[in-house]
């Protein structure tokens, strides 16, 4: 087939006929013709997470308070048995893995337990791209020691406003942090950070070394534990599709366990002893010692289901449709829309490019509105991105070049003027 071909709609369902993981798509909830690119906020409900989130309310409603210890899935270890089938998405041993909190909720616990800011280690380095919540937690944390933000926030300044160079962090690395806390990928441009290059530098300078997941766990393969990262963090509503407002993760490095939990609560607690009901604490002797109040179980439940996909499927397969999604998009859209504005953000290596595309343009806001009137569900980025993810379990190669026909289509007869180019409350 001529390269030309492949810009064809015949080509698109051509792929989807040799596609793999093409039969998981109808394990989820997809609205008759809607395309949902928006993955990468929120993951889409599948059948499965609906049903073990029945199961669990089958649970409570038949056991009451048994449903504690009793049933398929005991509600008191379930943030254990989770994080065991969670830790090979990360490249990490069972016990290395808790679900638990929320992205802020577990930095600030995680932060709390490694930053001592005692003597001349008492910063914290960052980078001037990372997710909002990532900054307000840090600079809470060192307000919490007594120091002032504005000098003891280290942020790498990015040179283009969009990816972060590796050598510019290491630089940074000097005497005076104490720790580092970096995304795994920029949440925007989809740059995968080199973790393990990282954390190698980091260690060699005597720092600890943490990573936000949130854009990588379920879109990325890992192996935490080979790189030797100290920890890491993640929700588990967007690729893993837990659902809004999911129980977030969490992972240590076995050599830190012992640790004391920065900020201690019940189910810090050693199992055994949890119930002794005494006022001194005995920590879990693994990554569940950074637990703190009772998990969120019907926030929970969701993911049982959602993880049987991921663990049946594996990471590396769910990594190899993901770049052949994205990249047959920048072919289209380098073929397709060249001439109308769009600046594709991302990186184009595949090694350093996450699981969704960040295009920009002046009229963006419009633009992701008159998608979403035909029925095409993108993520707008303020002041002028926007982001689409075509998801490995779940969207198609004809998704992908309906879209990108249909932004031709917005471009040429200047359908977006129809909107305001103002981001909505939720964007």
Known sequence: ????????????????????????????????GVIYFDGNSLGLLSKRAEQTLLDLLQSWKTLGIDGWTDGENPWFYLS?????????????????????????????????SFFKADGKRNKILTDDLAFPTDI??????????????????????S???????????????????????????????????????????????????????????????HQLSEWNVDFAFWCNYKHL??????????????RHFGTAPGLAGWFSSKKEKQFDMAHELTPAEHAGAFQ??????????PLIGSLSMFNEVGMEKIRTKSLQLTGYMLELIEQKLKGYGFIVRNPLDESTRGGHLFLEHP????????????????????????????VALYNTFEEVWLTVEKLKQIMDDEEYKKFENKRGVVA
């Open 1 to 32: 087939m001529t390269k030309q071909n492949t810009f064809t709609h015949e080509y698109a369902c051509q792929l989807d006929q040799k596609d793999t993981l093409a039969s998981y798509r109808i394990e989820f909830y997809i609205n008759e």
């Open 80 to 112: 254990e048995t989770l994080g065991e089938q969670m830790a090979p998405l990360v490249g990490a041993d069972a016990d290395e893995v808790i679900v638990t909190g929320s992205t802020t909720s577990n930095l600030h616990q995680l932060v709390a």
């Open 136 to 157: 307000y937690a840090l600079q809470s944390q060192l307000k919490l020691q007594g120091l002032d933000p504005a000098t003891h926030l280290v942020k790498v300044k």
């Open 159 to 221: 040179a283009d406003g969009h990816t972060v160079n590796e050598a510019d962090i290491i630089d940074a690395m000097r005497e005076d942090v104490g720790i580092i806390v970096l995304p795994s990928i920029l949440y925007r441009s989809g740059q995968i950070l080199n973790m393990e290059k990282l954390t190698k530098e980091a260690h060699q300078r005597g720092i600890l070394i943490g990573f936000d997941l949130c854009h990588s766990i379920g879109s990325i393969p």
């Open 241 to 254: 599709n837990g659902g809004p407002g999911a129980v977030g993760g969490l992972y240590v490095n076995k």
């Open 292 to 301: 703190m109040g009772t998990p969120h179980v019907l926030s929970t439940a």
């Open 363 to 390: 009229e963006a806001a419009r633009i992701c509105k008159a998608l979403k009137a035909h029925n095409i569900v993108p993520d707008f980025r303020s002041p002028n991105g926007i982001r689409l993810a075509p």
